[in-house]
């Protein structure tokens, strides 16, 4: 079974910069899709990034340009680096993995998508 752990959430200031990591164990990188999914309290849980196998990404538009996910698979850790944080930026932050499908070109940022979470990592920009 596909285990995620995520940590490096944290306060900072607007316009400065996190970095989160997730930690899946259970899985074969090349066959899933790992994404990065946030929730704001009283909002719905909403797609942030997604990174499929071979590599290919899809960024939510409100933050492309701002935010990069990556992986490393030597040390089979996922990454998200936030620059240019916003207040709005703020939510818990959450890891989340599925099997990828045949048809699918793009990982999704539908959370319906993924069947597979983290506990969540904390992330509050202050203005």
């Known amino acids: 079974e596909v285990q995620l752990v995520e940590s490096g959430g944290g306060s900072v200031q607007s316009g400065g910069s996190l970095r989160l990591s997730c930690a899946p164990s259970?899985?074969?990188?090349?066959?899933?899709?790992l994404g990065w999914f946030r929730q704001a309290p009283g909002k719905e849980r909403e797609g942030v990034a997604a990174l499929n196998g071979g590599g290919r990404t899809t960024y939510a538009d409100s933050v492309k340009g701002r935010f990069t996910i990556s992986r490393d698979n030597a040390k089979n850790t996922l990454f998200l680096q936030m620059d240019s944080l916003k207040p709005e930026d703020t939510a818990m932050y959450y890891c989340?993995?599925?099997?990828?499908?045949?048809?699918?070109?793009?990982?999704?940022?539908?959370?319906?998508?993924?069947?597979?979470w983290g506990p969540g990592t904390q992330v509050t920009v202050s203005s």
């Open positions: 989340a993995a599925v099997q990828s499908k045949p048809n699918w070109w793009r990982c999704p940022l539908l959370p319906d998508s993924y069947n597979y």
């Open positions: 259970g899985y074969t990188y090349s066959m899933y899709c």
